[in-house]
C-alpha cells in the first residue's frame, strides 16, 4: 500500500528579544504607521549575541519531538530550511542532529530562502513516501538579523528570527480521513536571481554579505506565483479553495497574503497570519504559523490546510496537507 507522511507533532521558538516598529523608528528614518501600512508588521524578534540558527532549530524541533511523543534517536531523517545556516559548511543540520541524540540516519540543508520550508517538507515527504526514511523532522530557522543592512530602511525592517519544525511519521493506512501531506509543488526561476540576494557569499566575496531587494518586482511577482502554485495545488487533488479550512501563507508582508487569499475567494477568518508579530523569518514563517494555529486550536486534526511560499531564486511552492 502507498505510504503517506503524516504530521505526528509541531513546534516553534522565538527568541526572546522584541524589536518593535518604534524601536526601529528611534535610529532609521521610518515610522510604525509606514512599515505597519505596507506591511503589516508591528514587532520582530531578534536572536541574542551568540544565538545561533541551530540554537533556534533545536528549540523548535525539542518541541515538535515532545509534541510527537518522539525522541531525537527516533528519527531517521532532518532535513532543515536555512538560508542562514550557522556556517558555510558543514550543514547546520548536522549539529542539530547531535544536539537532538540522533546518531543514525541523515541530516542536511536545503536552500530556498522564503521558500524554504515548502522545499524541505517535499524533500523529507518524498523519501518517506519512497521508504527511505520512516521518521523524519523538517525544520526552517532563521537568524535574518544578521545579513540585514541596518542602515537600509527598506528591508531591514521587514525580517525578524524564529524557527519552526514539523515531525513526519510514514503510515501506510491513513485513515478515513487520509491524514498527511496530500501533494507538493515546487518552482523556480533563476531569471529572477538579482530581484532578492544576499551581496556576498564564499565563492563570489568570501564574506557573507547583506540583504538586496527590489520590493516592487517581488511583490508583483509573489501574488502572480503564489495564485498559480495554489491553483495548481487544488486541482492535483481534485479540490477547491471552499474545501480549504486553513491558508497558512508564508509571512512576507500581509498585502501579498491578503491577495492570495483574495484570488482564491477565501475570506480572511480562514488565513492564519502571524506576521504582526514575528515579521518575515524567511523559511521559518510558516513551520511558526503552523505552531502557532495548532496551539490556540484552530488547525485540528483533519482540517485540510495549504501552504505556500516564494523567496529568493525566485523560488516558490505550495503544499497540501490533511492534518
Ligand atoms: N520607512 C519609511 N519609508 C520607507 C521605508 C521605511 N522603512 N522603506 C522605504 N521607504 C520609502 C522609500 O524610500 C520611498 O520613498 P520615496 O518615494 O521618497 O523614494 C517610499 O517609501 C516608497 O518606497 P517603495 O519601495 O516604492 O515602497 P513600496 O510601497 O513598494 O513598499 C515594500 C515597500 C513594503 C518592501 C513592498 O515593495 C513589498 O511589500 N514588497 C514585497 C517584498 C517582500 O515582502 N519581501 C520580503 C522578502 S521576499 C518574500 O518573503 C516574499
Redesign the pocket.
Known sequence: MALRSQVVGCGAYLPAQRVTNHD??AR????DE??RQ??GIGERRMAAPGELTSDLAVHAAERALADAGMSGGDLDLIVLATATPDNTFPATATKVQARLGMHRGAAFDVQA???GFVFALATADNALRLGQASTAMVIGAETFSRILDWED???????GDGAGALALRAVSDPGPQGRGVLSTHLHSDGRYYDA?YVDGGPSSTRHSGF?R???????RQ?VQRLSEAVDEALSANGLSAADLDWLVP????S??IDGVARKLGLSPDKVVSTIEHHA?T?AA?IPLALACAVADGRIRPGHLVLIE????GLAWGASLVRW
Do not use: K
Request: charged letters at 15%; hydrophobic letters at 45%; aromatic letters at 6%.
Open positions: 526601529l523608528a532609521l528614518d521610518t515610522s509606514w512599515i505596507r506591511t530562502v522564503c521558500a530602511r527598506s528591508t531591514c525592517v521587514l525580517f532578492l540583504l531587494m527590489e520590493g516592487r518586482e517581488i511583490y509573489a508564508h509571512q512576507a508582508n498585502r501579498i518575515n524567511s514563517s511560499a516564494l523567496g529568493g
